[in-house]
């Protein structure tokens, strides 16, 4: 691609590197942008990654592997789009995964990003683990397949396939069926939802998904969509429309918040555990959605929901997003991103770091062993606090 | 070019002097009111052209709808009287310049809902109450090519609304609409009050958004379900150029079940928001402005409103915080409609 | 340069060091109209030790150091004009003590304006600093070091002024202290002791500033922004002079742009007022529009645009981008409050003749003791004609402040040459003489403030 052909080539100089985009919403620390939390060097913060990479489609600079790590340590977890006060920042993050795109066109691209991508292509997931290892999650439970329920249960690859996550989706799945709600799973017939490869730089393959994903569930009369990830939530909301998928899009704490209103499901008692929530990305910056997780946590019984001081619109990423969970740009460090959020849960004297989100999950709980937290915070996912009895 | 449509034989006939003699800001005896009125006619200097707050109230006053406040403005313009200082003037003259660029006119061969300059207003005009209107002027860079000028009576320029208002009124026109339901109450004043007092010509028809709000809520009812607030209405200055509507405030609150308070501030009697009242030049003005907002919420309060219904962006900008300070809850009239239909209002 | 690369490894960690061209060419640039200037390694070292190790090595190098905070002064002044490494201090961002009583915060110097603004809000909510006009992510030792001001220039000074110790690295390595501290008896002022001020307004060519305490000033529950407006330019010294007077503002700003059309050709006075009740304010607003400026508004020559708006910390800047184009510069000057007119008059002029819509303000510091007039030339970044308009216009501006007696602030090498060429040559002699005495290798941000260059 020449400058010319790049899709953003009208608004990609308009970034003046004022570095708003590093704090959350509060300014209360310049580490809200993960990848320059980590780092630190200008070149790993939202205003400089846009130079460089206008510097690299103008020729400037050439390709390497140390700029394609900076472009792809961009997890797509939009504070600098919240943050920015310019007219063109709802175009940053896209302007990142232009890029990426354009590596992928190339051919050029981190190890761990072929990795991830070939495997969704060949296994549906980016594990490479044989697709049809995909229901192992849900063994033991009576969880139906979906023939026309009221609700498609998409549990997605995290959930299906990694052993911690796929606690959370057994725990989402036991709630679905004590509260008696009508709903059936894709089991090994699922297969990734795209979030991640769109984020990833790889438009063609998010395409070849959404329209697999699309005709599946159309043929099988799905209507409405529960999402263990915020990751499919968002990309089966805001996405699938494009290719003319249109769902009712819920994600899980949506559900469980509906339910509790309506008595279908009751709060087990969690007296005297100090709870603090961590929005994930995409349900909160990318969706605006912050009020049914905390809904869902404040019906526990006698918890104290404490608040970090970076939450909601400020929150600070686990750093997993744009398939960070497996490609992992940003560890190695005290000052990756997710050890930071797991030291802000300590700080606030939390007994539970609850998430709603299998990425941050994973993220967030390896991040508390490297600490050596363990004694201290139990990372858990809403739906785990809430089968716990 | 456009001339005021002014009857003097009227003014020298009136009985009441009703304009000058109403007037809440100054204070004239019926003689002292048809001394001063005469020298207005005859382009001579009186009181009454350096200390009007330019309320707009008077032209509600004059029985005979003979324009009185528009001849003051136009008075004021050709002795030279200016009611702000230059520099506020100037500021507002250049405010109504457009400089990003044409608008996009896209046919619209029906019912618009013209935004005039409160482009960044469309989300108190979301919802079922709304559906079926093709929104102008919603693009706030393009706005002032729809901005009615009205706002110039604060000014004393009437000339600067002569010299702009065609220009507006061709553009709205491009769109090529039937009806155009205009969200601000000036706009509305604009249209069918000030255009056709000076023979402009207005090439579309104008509907209350207040007789819109009341007409839809009718249709939905069924929907409807009563709110149970006690409101008070913060009647603007614009309202007093379209007086024959003010009626649809009480037939909504009738349809909606809110309780208007029984208030000083109502109808005739309401209260200018002081907004172009702080900055003029007359000695104290600044204090007075404050004095009449403080009295004005101060009576809401005591009357026991709970919500302050506002129909000009203007007048909600001005008070809406000191309003909401006191624990009464500003709310525009169109998301009060919305929240008797049952919708949520962001 | 493999054995400077890896003894940076060796004191930073690998992550923190780096000679690679994406790190060199992102601190290559400034975000104003100067051109680049490569760095040969840069480093982002979190300890006043790490930077002490780094700058004896420099020494031993002889390799130059240019310590860079936020790189917002638009001027070039952290560009490394002969190589060498850029030192990144954004890490060192501790927050070590506030002290309530004593009314200050002991800070490294690395920290952002922002993180002391939002910390000061959340955990002593009636004590603020003076912030910077640049964005959040400019840093405290940074504004130090070119005399900066913030939003209380008028009741108290420069930033500059605003210091009660400074922790500082000397360009051959040694830690040094001064103030109270250095006598360790804490961080509470500055005076009496010798005057030791090597540091401040130096650019960073003389040490690195490794932390500071800085002043805290007392912050009340209401703040308000209040707008008058004059069209004549040479109202704007005497109305500065009575609000000064009166002295209950806490930032005084008159400014004047052609975007938007409204304030083209006039110029407001942004007078903020502070106060813990309502009564406070509206005394304030008393003295100042209904007895101070009445005249004004009674004889139409000034009028009040505008009361009680908000005014938020930190505030938000979108100027930079006016042209579309993601870049502007400014030329500083620290003027008489009385050149105001003429300031921005031929300011005008300049704006005009580049083809950039005019916009000026001028910050007053103190009671009318002088103003901070700035000319913001905009740019678009993708344009090279319009950022070589904008440079020139800098440097039109520039001259321009020479000739009427102005003192250009945080000048780029262009600015400061004109400055050493007017300068007393005793001074500048005593100016060589004190960098020669604290950095004989020439390895502090060398090229700025270079005499006899």
Same mark, same amino acid.
């Given at each position: 691609?020449?400058?010319?052909?790049?899709?953003?080539?009208?608004?990609?100089?308009?970034?003046?590197?004022?570095?708003?985009?590093?704090?959350?919403?509060?300014?209360?620390?310049?580490?809200?942008?993960?990848?320059?939390?980590?780092?630190?060097?200008?070149?790993?913060?939202?205003?400089?990654?846009?130079?460089?990479?206008?510097?690299?489609?103008?020729?400037?600079?050439?390709?390497?592997?140390?700029?394609?790590?900076?472009?792809?340590?961009?997890?797509?977890?939009?504070?600098?789009?919240?943050?920015?006060?310019?007219?063109?920042?709802?175009?940053?993050?896209?302007?990142?995964?232009?890029?990426?795109? $354009?590596?992928?066109?190339?051919?050029?691209?981190?190890?761990?990003?072929?990795?991830?991508?070939?495997?969704?292509?060949?296994?549906?997931?980016?594990?490479?683990?044989?697709?049809?290892?995909?229901?192992?999650?849900?063994?033991?439970?009576?969880?139906?397949?979906?023939?026309? @329920?009221?609700?498609?249960?998409?549990?997605?690859?995290?959930?299906?396939?990694?052993?911690?996550?796929?606690?959370?989706?057994?725990? /989402?799945?036991?709630?679905?069926?004590?509260?008696?709600?009508?709903?059936?799973?894709?089991? !090994?017939?699922?297969?990734?939802?795209?979030?991640?490869?769109?984020?990833?730089?790889?438009?063609?393959?998010?395409?070849?998904?959404?329209?697999?994903?699309?005709?599946?569930?159309?043929?099988?009369?799905?209507?409405?969509?529960?999402?263990?990830?915020?990751?499919?939530?968002?990309?089966?909301?805001?996405?699938?429309?494009?290719?003319?998928?249109?769902?009712?899009?819920?994600?899980?704490?949506?559900?469980?918040?509906?339910?509790?209103?309506?008595?279908?499901?009751?709060?087990?008692?969690?007296?005297?555990?100090?709870?603090?929530?961590?929005?994930?990305?995409?349900?909160?910056?990318?969706?605006?959605?912050?009020?049914?997780?905390?809904?869902?946590?404040?019906?526990? %019984?006698?918890?104290?929901?404490?608040?970090?001081?970076?939450?909601?619109?400020?929150?600070?990423?686990?750093?997993?997003?744009?398939?960070?969970?497996?490609?992992?740009?940003?560890?190695?460090? =005290?000052?990756?991103?997710?050890?930071?959020?797991?030291?802000?849960?300590?700080?606030?004297?939390?007994?539970?770091?609850?998430?709603?989100?299998?990425?941050?999950?994973?993220?967030?709980?390896?991040?508390?062993?490297?600490?050596?937290?363990?004694?201290?915070?139990?990372?858990?996912?809403?739906?785990?606090?809430?089968?716990?009895? | 070019?456009?001339?005021?449509?002014?009857?003097?034989?009227?003014?020298?006939?009136? *009985?009441?002097?009703?304009?000058?003699?109403?007037?809440?800001?100054?204070?004239?005896?019926?003689?002292?009111?048809?001394?001063?009125?005469?020298?207005?006619?005859?382009?001579?200097?009186?009181?009454?052209?350096?200390?009007?707050?330019?309320?707009?109230?008077? +032209?509600?006053?004059?029985?005979?709808?003979?324009?009185?406040?528009?001849?003051?403005?136009?008075?004021?313009?050709?002795?030279?009287?200016?009611?702000?200082?230059?520099?506020?003037?100037?500021?507002?003259? @250049?405010?109504?310049?457009?400089?990003?660029?044409?608008?996009?006119?896209? +046919?619209?061969?029906?019912?618009?809902?013209?935004? #005039?300059?409160?482009?960044?207003?469309?989300?108190?005009?979301? *919802?079922?109450?709304?559906?079926?209107?093709?929104?102008?002027?919603?693009?706030?860079?393009?706005?002032?090519?729809?901005?009615?000028?009205?706002?110039? &009576?604060?000014?004393?320029?009437?000339?600067?609304?002569?010299?702009?208002?065609?220009?507006?009124?061709?553009?709205?026109?491009?769109?090529?609409?039937? $009806?155009?339901?205009?969200?601000?109450?000036?706009?509305?004043?604009?249209?069918?009050?000030?255009?056709?007092?000076?023979?402009?010509?207005?090439?579309?028809?104008?509907?209350?958004?207040?007789?819109?709000?009341?007409?839809?809520?009718?249709?939905?009812?069924?929907?409807?379900?009563?709110? %149970?607030?006690?409101?008070?209405?913060?009647?603007?200055?614009?309202?007093?150029?379209?007086?024959?509507?003010?009626?649809?405030?009480?037939?909504?609150?009738?349809?909606?079940?809110?309780?208007?308070?029984?208030?000083?501030?109502?109808?005739? %009697?309401?209260?200018?928001?002081?907004?172009?009242?702080?900055?003029?030049?007359?000695?104290?003005?600044?204090?007075?402005?404050?004095?009449?907002?403080?009295? %004005?919420?101060?009576?809401?309060?005591?009357?026991?409103?709970?919500?302050?219904?506002?129909?000009?962006?203007?007048?909600?900008?001005?008070?809406?915080?000191? !309003?909401?300070?006191?624990?009464?809850?500003?709310?525009?009239?169109?998301?009060?409609?919305?929240?008797?239909?049952?919708?949520?209002?962001? | 340069?493999?054995?400077?690369?890896?003894?940076?490894?060796?004191?930073?960690?690998?992550?923190?060091?780096?000679?690679?061209?994406? $790190?060199?060419?992102?601190?290559?640039?400034?975000?104003?109209?100067?051109?680049?200037?490569?760095?040969?390694?840069?480093?982002?070292?979190? /300890?006043?030790?790490? !930077?002490?190790?780094?700058?004896?090595?420099?020494?031993?190098?002889?390799?130059?150091?240019?310590?860079?905070?936020?790189?917002?002064?638009?001027?070039?002044?952290?560009?490394?004009?002969?190589?060498?490494?850029?030192?990144?201090?954004?890490?060192?961002?501790?927050?070590?003590?506030?002290?309530?009583?004593?009314?200050?915060?002991?800070?490294?110097?690395?920290?952002?304006?922002?993180?002391?603004?939002?910390?000061?809000?959340?955990?002593?909510?009636?004590?603020?600093?003076?912030?910077?006009?640049?964005?959040?992510?400019?840093?405290?030792?940074?504004?130090?070091?070119?005399?900066? @001001?913030?939003?209380?220039?008028?009741?108290?000074?420069?930033?500059?002024?605003?210091?009660?110790?400074?922790?500082?690295?000397?360009?051959?390595?040694?830690?040094?202290?001064? #103030?109270?501290?250095?006598?360790?008896?804490?961080?509470?002022?500055?005076?009496?002791?010798?005057?030791?001020?090597?540091?401040?307004?130096?650019?960073?060519?003389?040490?690195?500033?490794?932390?500071?305490?800085?002043?805290?000033?007392?912050?009340?529950?209401?703040?308000?922004?209040?707008?008058?407006?004059? +069209?004549?330019?040479?109202?704007?010294?005497?109305?500065?002079?009575?609000?000064?007077?009166?002295?209950?503002?806490?930032?005084?700003?008159?400014?004047?742009?052609?975007?938007?059309?409204?304030?083209?050709?006039?110029?407001?006075?942004?007078?903020?007022?502070?106060?813990?009740?309502?009564?406070?304010?509206?005394?304030?607003?008393? &003295?100042?529009?209904?007895?101070?400026?009445?005249?004004?508004?009674?004889?139409?020559?000034?009028?009040?645009?505008?009361?009680?708006?908000?005014?938020?910390?930190?505030?938000?800047?979108?100027?930079?981008?006016?042209?579309?184009?993601?870049?502007? $510069?400014?030329?500083?000057?620290?003027?008489?409050?009385?050149?105001?007119?003429?300031?921005?008059?031929?300011?005008?002029?300049?704006?005009?003749?580049?083809?950039?819509?005019?916009?000026?303000?001028?910050?007053?510091?103190?009671?009318?003791?002088?103003?901070?007039?700035?000319?913001?030339?905009?740019?678009?970044?993708?344009?090279?004609?319009?950022?070589?308009?904008?440079?020139?216009?800098?440097?039109?501006? =520039?001259?321009? !402040?020479?000739?009427?007696?102005? /003192?250009?602030?945080?000048?780029?090498?262009? #600015?400061?040459?004109?400055?050493?060429?007017?300068?007393?040559?005793?001074?500048?002699?005593?100016?060589?003489?004190?960098?020669?005495?604290?950095?004989?290798?020439?390895?502090?941000?060398?090229?700025?403030?270079?005499?006899?260059?």
């Amino acid at each position: 691609m020449t400058f010319m052909e790049y899709k953003y080539k009208d608004s990609i100089h308009r970034c003046f590197r004022c570095g708003y985009c590093k704090f959350p919403t509060d300014w209360g620390a310049v580490t809200n942008c993960p990848s320059y939390a980590r780092y630190r060097m200008e070149s790993y913060s939202a205003g400089g990654r846009l130079w460089l990479i206008r510097a690299w489609l103008n020729d400037e600079l050439q390709w390497s592997e140390h700029l394609a790590k900076i472009v792809y340590s961009c997890v797509s977890c939009k504070n600098c789009v919240e943050k920015c006060p310019l007219s063109f920042r709802d175009d940053l993050v896209n302007m990142v995964i232009a890029a990426k795109t $354009e590596m992928v066109e190339m051919g050029m691209l981190p190890k761990p990003v072929k990795s991830f991508l070939q495997n969704v292509q060949l296994h549906g997931n980016p594990y490479g683990i044989a697709a049809k290892k995909r229901a192992d999650w849900m063994a033991g439970l009576d969880i139906q397949p979906y023939q026309g @329920q009221e609700f498609l249960y998409y549990v997605g690859c995290e959930g299906s396939f990694d052993s911690r996550a796929q606690s959370a989706a057994r725990a /989402t799945a036991k709630l679905l069926l004590k509260s008696g709600i009508s709903f059936g799973v894709l089991g !090994v017939n699922e297969i990734s939802d795209g979030n991640e490869v769109e984020m990833l730089g790889e438009d063609g393959l998010l395409e070849d998904l959404a329209k697999k994903n699309i005709r599946q569930f159309s043929d099988l009369g799905v209507k409405n969509i529960i999402a263990l990830s915020p990751h499919s939530y968002n990309v089966f909301k805001n996405r699938y429309p494009d290719f003319d998928g249109r769902f009712n899009v819920f994600h899980y704490t949506q559900i469980l918040s509906e339910l509790i209103k309506t008595g279908k499901l009751s709060a087990p008692d969690k007296s005297e555990m100090r709870i603090t929530f961590h929005d994930p990305c995409f349900l909160g910056r990318w969706n605006q959605e912050y009020d049914a997780p905390r809904k869902v946590l404040r019906a526990l %019984n006698g918890i104290d929901l404490a608040e970090m001081e970076r939450n909601k619109k400020g929150a600070l990423c686990c750093g997993g997003g744009a398939g960070n969970f497996l490609t992992d740009f940003l560890g190695g460090s =005290d000052e990756s991103p997710a050890r930071i959020r797991v030291r802000e849960a300590r700080d606030v004297k939390a007994d539970i770091l609850a998430v709603a989100c299998p990425n941050c999950l994973t993220m967030l709980e390896d991040a508390v062993k490297v600490e050596g937290l363990e004694d201290e915070i139990k990372v858990l996912d809403i739906s785990e606090i809430f089968c716990q009895a | 070019m456009y001339e005021l449509r002014f009857d003097e034989d009227m003014c020298f006939a009136c *009985g009441t002097y009703d304009c000058l003699v109403k007037c809440q800001h100054l204070e004239l005896d019926p003689e002292m009111a048809r001394i001063e009125i005469e020298k207005i006619i005859h382009s001579e200097d009186s009181f009454v052209l350096h200390d009007c707050v330019t309320c707009y109230a008077c +032209e509600e006053y004059c029985p005979n709808g003979n324009h009185p406040f528009y001849l003051i403005v136009q008075k004021q313009e050709e002795l030279n009287i200016s009611p702000l200082p230059e520099p506020l003037i100037k500021q507002g003259v @250049q405010m109504g310049i457009p400089f990003r660029g044409e608008p996009e006119i896209q +046919e619209i061969n029906g019912t618009a809902l013209n935004m #005039g300059v409160f482009s960044q207003l469309t989300n108190r005009v979301q *919802g079922r109450l709304f559906e079926g209107l093709t929104i102008m002027s919603d693009d706030p860079r393009k706005m002032f090519h729809y901005f009615c000028q009205l706002m110039y &009576l604060h000014y004393g320029k009437t000339s600067v609304i002569n010299e702009r208002l065609k220009k507006v009124i061709d553009t709205i026109a491009a769109h090529k609409v039937t $009806e155009v339901v205009h969200f601000h109450d000036e706009c509305f004043g604009t249209y069918t009050s000030y255009a056709p007092a000076f023979g402009i010509d207005v090439p579309f028809k104008s509907i209350h958004l207040f007789e819109y709000l009341f007409n839809k809520l009718e249709e939905l009812k069924s929907d409807i379900k009563p709110l %149970n607030y006690k409101v008070a209405y913060q009647r603007p200055c614009s309202s007093r150029l379209s007086s024959d509507k003010h009626r649809f405030v009480s037939k909504i609150f009738d349809l909606i079940g809110v309780e208007p308070v029984d208030r000083e501030y109502v109808d005739e %009697n309401a209260m200018c928001c002081g907004a172009t009242i702080m900055g003029q030049k007359k000695e104290g003005s600044r204090q007075y402005c404050a004095e009449i907002q403080r009295k %004005n919420i101060e009576d809401m309060k005591s009357a026991g409103a709970q919500i302050c219904v506002f129909n000009c962006p203007a007048c909600m900008q001005t008070l809406g915080k000191p !309003v909401g300070k006191t624990g009464i809850m500003p709310l525009f009239m169109s998301d009060l409609c919305r929240l008797a239909i049952g919708e949520k209002v962001a | 340069m493999g054995s400077i690369y890896n003894a940076l490894i060796e004191i930073v960690g690998e992550d923190y060091a780096s000679n690679r061209q994406e $790190e060199l060419f992102t601190y290559s640039k400034d975000l104003g109209t100067s051109e680049p200037q490569w760095p040969e390694y840069v480093v982002a070292p979190k /300890t006043t030790e790490a !930077v002490q190790k780094i700058v004896r090595l420099a020494n031993k190098e002889k390799i130059a150091i240019v310590p860079l905070g936020g790189g917002m002064t638009l001027a070039g002044l952290a560009l490394p004009l002969k190589g060498g490494i850029t030192i990144d201090m954004k890490r060192m961002e501790k927050i070590i003590e506030v002290n309530e009583s004593g009314r200050y915060m002991v800070v490294e110097a690395g920290v952002s304006q922002g993180k002391i603004t939002s910390y000061l809000h959340k955990h002593h909510t009636h004590l603020m600093h003076s912030e910077t006009g640049a964005p959040p992510a400019a840093t405290v030792g940074g504004n130090l070091a070119i005399h900066g @001001q913030g939003d209380l220039a008028h009741p108290y000074g420069f930033n500059s002024d605003m210091v009660n110790g400074l922790e500082v690295i000397l360009p051959t390595g040694e830690i040094a202290r001064f #103030g109270s501290c250095a006598i360790d008896s804490g961080w509470y002022t500055m005076h009496p002791l010798p005057d030791l001020g090597l540091f401040l307004g130096w650019n960073g060519t003389t040490g690195i500033i490794t932390k500071v305490s800085l002043r805290l000033f007392p912050n009340k529950k209401i703040r308000e922004m209040d707008l008058f407006a004059v +069209e004549n330019e040479a109202l704007i010294p005497e109305i500065l002079y009575e609000l000064t007077h009166v002295g209950f503002s806490e930032d005084l700003v008159a400014f004047s742009s052609e975007i938007p059309p409204m304030m083209n050709k006039l110029h407001s006075i942004s007078i903020v007022i502070t106060g813990d009740s309502e009564e406070e304010i509206e005394f304030k607003r008393h &003295l100042i529009f209904d007895v101070k400026l009445a005249k004004y508004i009674r004889s139409g020559v000034g009028g009040i645009a505008a009361v009680s708006q908000d005014r938020q910390r930190p505030q938000i800047s979108k100027s930079a981008d006016w042209k579309k184009g993601g870049g502007f $510069e400014y030329v500083g000057a620290i003027m008489p409050v009385s050149a105001y007119p003429e300031c921005y008059r031929r300011g005008a002029e300049i704006s005009a003749r580049h083809d950039i819509p005019y916009t000026v303000l001028g910050r007053v510091i103190g009671s009318s003791h002088g103003m901070m007039f700035s000319w913001s030339y905009a740019f678009n970044r993708a344009d090279p004609e319009t950022v070589r308009h904008a440079r020139e216009a800098l440097h039109e501006t =520039d001259e321009q !402040v020479m000739e009427l007696n102005g /003192t250009i602030w945080k000048p780029a090498v262009f #600015g400061q040459k004109l400055m050493m060429d007017r300068m007393d040559t005793n001074t500048l002699q005593l100016m060589k003489k004190v960098k020669n005495l604290l950095d004989p290798n020439g390895i502090m941000n060398p090229g700025n403030w270079e005499v006899g260059q």
